[in-house]
């Protein structure tokens, strides 16, 4: 009887979002309080593939799991009927929150598909990448790159990742709007709002590729004080950048807007945008009633 495991954590990101499309860094995250785990057996009489859903937000995979087999097959020309045993998907990372679920589920597929023969190991990434076209349109690959690697990264198309090294800890969470984001309709959005206008649209990917260097730079700092003044600079460029692109109005801006009003320092869309979570940034420790809706990062 085979039998394997995996966990994938979910991820945030820190600047870069929808730019990295174009050739913009992104400074990416794993959130290791949201995971999800896959586990296999496959016993010598299984002649088809079942499949287990649990945990918090296991049940919102339930057609997503399916879509991305087909796919996966579909990639390697191969019958779906030829997988075969029973998976088990045990999920705490919502869908559609811009926490990395559709990346968590296409790495764990592509690493059992890599287990089972189908996916060699120097194909990973890519593999793993179209399938999460899928639900993005167009992967930059940040959100896979992270899942794979399990690290902070320092992430640019078609180039290898470089690891992040943190010289202090900021006090930083993520929080829910209230309204779930709809990762490729935020990116054509992105998309349709170049082409209208596309000198502003190189603009913003010019802003945002400052915010991330800003951002980098503030975690390299020496002084807490100096990487925190340098690293709200950072953040607040970045969400300038998503109220241009329109992707902070209703749910989001409130949910800002309160957190601003509680004494955060910085605040922005981390992932998509459009709802999903908020990142922020604080000095002193957040008020005792919000604590419970924030997420450490």
Same mark, same amino acid.
């Given at each position: 009887?085979k039998?394997?495991?995996?966990q994938?954590?979910?991820?945030?990101?820190?600047?870069?979002?929808?730019?990295v499309?174009?050739?913009?860094?992104?400074?990416?995250?794993?959130?290791?309080?949201?995971?999800?785990?896959?586990?296999?057996?496959?016993?010598?009489?299984a002649?088809?593939?079942?499949?287990?859903?649990?945990?918090e937000?296991?049940?919102?995979?339930?057609i997503l799991?399916? &879509?991305v087999? *087909? +796919? #996966?097959?579909?990639? %390697?020309k191969? @019958?779906?009927?030829?997988?075969?045993?029973?998976l088990?998907?045990?999920?705490?990372?919502?869908v559609?929150?811009?926490?990395?679920?559709?990346?968590?589920?296409?790495?764990?597929?592509?690493?059992?598909m890599?287990?089972i023969?189908f996916?060699s190991?120097?194909?990973?990434?890519?593999?793993?990448?179209?399938?999460?076209?899928?639900?993005?349109?167009?992967?930059?690959?940040?959100?896979i790159?992270?899942?794979?690697?399990?690290?902070?990264?320092?992430y640019?198309?078609?180039?290898?990742?470089?690891?992040?090294?943190?010289?202090?800890?900021?006090?930083?969470y993520?929080?829910?709007?209230?309204?779930?984001?709809?990762t490729?309709?935020?990116?054509?959005k992105?998309?349709?709002?170049?082409?209208?206008?596309?000198?502003?649209g190189?603009?913003?990917?010019?802003?945002?590729?400052?915010?991330? &260097?800003?951002? *980098? +730079? #503030?975690?390299?700092? %020496?002084d807490? @004080?100096?990487?925190?003044?340098?690293l709200?600079?950072?953040i607040?460029l970045a969400?300038?950048?998503?109220?241009?692109?329109?992707?902070?109005?209703?749910?989001?801006?409130?949910?800002?807007?309160l957190?601003?009003?509680?004494?955060?320092?910085?605040?922005?869309?981390?992932g998509?945008?459009?709802?999903g979570?908020?990142?922020?940034?604080?000095d002193?420790?957040?008020?005792a009633?919000?604590?419970?809706?924030?997420?450490?990062?």
């Amino acid at each position: 009887m085979k039998t394997y495991s995996t966990q994938v954590p979910g991820k945030w990101i820190l600047a870069g979002e929808h730019s990295v499309l174009r050739g913009v860094p992104a400074l990416v995250f794993p959130l290791r309080t949201r995971v999800l785990d896959l586990s296999y057996i496959c016993p010598t009489n299984a002649n088809a593939l079942s499949l287990n859903l649990h945990g918090e937000h296991g049940e919102e995979l339930q057609i997503l799991v399916w &879509e991305v087999l *087909e +796919k #996966a097959c579909e990639l %390697k020309k191969i @019958k779906k009927a030829s997988l075969i045993g029973e998976l088990t998907l045990k999920s705490s990372i919502p869908v559609g929150a811009g926490m990395g679920a559709s990346a968590a589920l296409c790495v764990a597929i592509t690493r059992w598909m890599n287990f089972i023969g189908f996916v060699s190991s120097d194909e990973m990434f890519e593999f793993a990448r179209t399938l999460e076209n899928l639900f993005h349109g167009e992967s930059s690959g940040v959100d896979i790159a992270v899942s794979l690697r399990g690290q902070a990264l320092y992430y640019q198309r078609n180039q290898e990742p470089r690891p992040l090294r943190l010289e202090w800890a900021p006090q930083w969470y993520i929080s829910y709007s209230g309204n779930r984001g709809v990762t490729i309709e935020c990116v054509n959005k992105v998309k349709d709002f170049i082409e209208r206008d596309p000198d502003l649209g190189k603009d913003l990917d010019a802003q945002m590729r400052e915010s991330v &260097e800003i951002c *980098e +730079k #503030a975690l390299f700092q %020496k002084d807490e @004080k100096a990487g925190r003044d340098l690293l709200k600079k950072g953040i607040d460029l970045a969400n300038r950048v998503f109220e241009r692109w329109g992707l902070t109005e209703g749910a989001p801006q409130k949910h800002m807007e309160l957190l601003k009003q509680s004494g955060a320092l910085a605040v922005k869309p981390t992932g998509s945008g459009g709802g999903g979570y908020i990142l922020s940034l604080w000095d002193n420790p957040p008020p005792a009633e919000l604590l419970p809706k924030l997420i450490p990062c």
